[in-house]
């Protein structure tokens, strides 16, 4: 996943890419560079998708006092 930023955002794709993340590093050839540069990625992708679920929740909220 290139430029990771909250408005364009997925959270089903972004849900796939950690995946993606966690597998790579569950394997023991990859280097620690490597490896920090995918945790970095997946902390930004953890928290965007923290953003993300809390502003659905705060909508749903809304809609349940209407």
């Given at each position: 996943?290139?430029?990771?930023?909250?408005?364009?955002?997925?959270?089903?794709e972004?849900?796939?890419?950690?995946?993606?993340?966690?597998?790579?590093?569950?394997k023991?050839?990859?280097?620690?560079?490597?490896?920090?540069?995918l945790?970095?990625?997946?902390?930004?992708?953890?928290?965007?998708?923290?953003?993300?679920?809390?502003?659905?929740?705060?909508?749903?909220?809304?809609?349940n006092?209407?």
């Amino acid at each position: 996943m290139s430029e990771i930023n909250k408005d364009n955002l997925v959270i089903e794709e972004a849900f796939a890419r950690l995946t993606e993340i966690t597998s790579m590093m569950e394997k023991s050839d990859i280097g620690l560079k490597e490896s920090l540069d995918l945790y970095s990625e997946g902390v930004k992708l953890v928290s965007l998708c923290k953003e993300n679920l809390e502003g659905v929740e705060k909508e749903i909220q809304i809609l349940n006092e209407v």
